[in-house]
């Protein structure tokens, strides 16, 4: 079975056709190593490559606010998230809040911060759980 190719990944999730050619190829070279052994993952390999690939464009995103890590604020932004555990915000009538828990979670475990993580995370653990031996 071969690897996602860019077409396929843009196919499955065209909000990313704006991304920098690069760093779409950089991460699918990177879904080429044993992280996605084709035995393992059989027919959803696809699938879980480009939920893989997406999550960690979006996280990118969310982290510069933008495609571009020379964005001014994107520095100061990325300090801030990495130094503090903000778990709400209010802008005018706007409120949000995280559960702490949830925090918890994506403190030690970076595929939880992104809903293409989420679901890349959920089918790792059922597709690559490994070999059970009994005796």
């Known amino acids: 079975m071969d690897h996602l190719t860019k077409d396929e990944f843009l196919a499955f999730f065209p909000t990313f056709a704006n991304v920098d050619d690069t760093w779409i190829d950089g991460l699918l070279l990177l879904c080429q190593t044993a992280a996605f ?71 030690s475990n970076p595929y939880q911060r992104t809903i293409y993580g989420q679901e890349y995370w959920a089918m790792k653990q059922r597709l690559a759980v490994g070999l059970v031996m009994v005796t």
């Open 37 to 107: 052994n084709t035995c393992i993952w059989g027919p959803w390999l696809k699938w879980g490559e480009a939920l893989f690939v997406a999550h960690w464009l979006a996280l990118r995103e969310i982290i510069f606010g933008s495609w571009d890590e020379n964005n001014p604020s994107a520095n100061l932004w990325l300090q801030s998230v990495l130094q503090t555990g903000v778990s709400s915000f209010t802008a005018g009538s706007v409120s949000w809040t995280k559960d702490a828990s949830v925090l918890a979670d994506q403190a």
